[in-house]
T-cell receptor, first 112, second 116 residues
């Protein structure tokens, strides 16, 4: 079964801290790794995505680190803000028509 | 663009009743996905359509669930008969899938279903 394992399930940091969320996958055919952000009562929205030809991608305060040999990738949020409090999902997709396999989610709380 | 539109936003029904959830994907997108989200199981892909044709329905829980996409701008997910364990938030997402590429999936606001 294709799986993406995400940790931790929940995370609390102070404003300005750098929360890190980790994901691991099994299927070596995966070639697209997006992160989605979900606020309460809303649908998930794409935050940032990476392909395995690079080891890091940065967009604003959000950075994905990718380790192909370890089959792991992580999301770092620099200078976190209370507005970043949300649930974050990692996902992975192979050459299968854009079907995504999601991790279990991480509920992040950034305290003021 | 209005984004992915889902209706109703909330549905409360009694066990045994038929439930129909509706989705209008983003215009121009050729792929549509139905997901179910629960605390216990997270986000689960139920079914995936490409060019209105069901490609993968391996995530559909059982025969009580059915999905249709009669045209490029409309899809339904039907549960008949509904059971309390079907209570969840159901999301529809759409994307533009071209050969050899992977594009962003855009999610709708979801339908919160409660089966009493």
């Amino acid at each position: 079964q294709q799986q993406v394992k995400q940790s931790p399930q929940s995370l609390i940091v102070q404003k300005g801290g750098i929360p890190i969320i980790n994901c691991a996958y099994e299927n070596t055919a995966f070639d697209y790794f997006p992160w989605y952000q979900q606020f309460p009562g809303k649908g998930p929205a794409l935050l940032i995505a990476i392909r395995p030809d690079v080891s890091e991608k940065k967009e604003g305060r959000f950075t994905i680190s990718f380790n192909k040999s370890a089959k792991q990738f992580s999301l770092h949020i620099m200078d976190s803000q209370p507005g970043d409090s949300a649930t974050y999902f990692c996902a992975a997709s192979g050459n299968a028509g854009n079907m995504l396999t999601f991790g279990g989610g991480t509920r992040l709380m950034v305290k003021p | 663009d209005a984004g992915v539109i889902q209706s109703p936003r909330h549905e409360v029904t009694e066990m045994g009743q038929e439930v129909t959830l509706r989705c209008k994907p983003i215009s121009g997108h050729n792929s549509l996905f139905w997901y179910r989200q629960t605390m216990m199981r997270g986000l689960e892909l139920l079914i995936y359509f490409n060019n209105n044709v069901p490609i993968d329905d391996s995530g559909m829980p059982e025969d009580r669930f059915s999905a249709k996409m009669p045209n490029a701008s409309f899809s339904t997910l039907k549960i008949q008969p509904s059971e309390p364990r079907d209570s969840a938030v159901y999301f529809c997402a759409s994307s533009l899938v071209l050969a050899g590429s992977t594009d962003t999936q855009y999610f709708g606001p979801g339908t919160r279903l409660t089966v009493l």
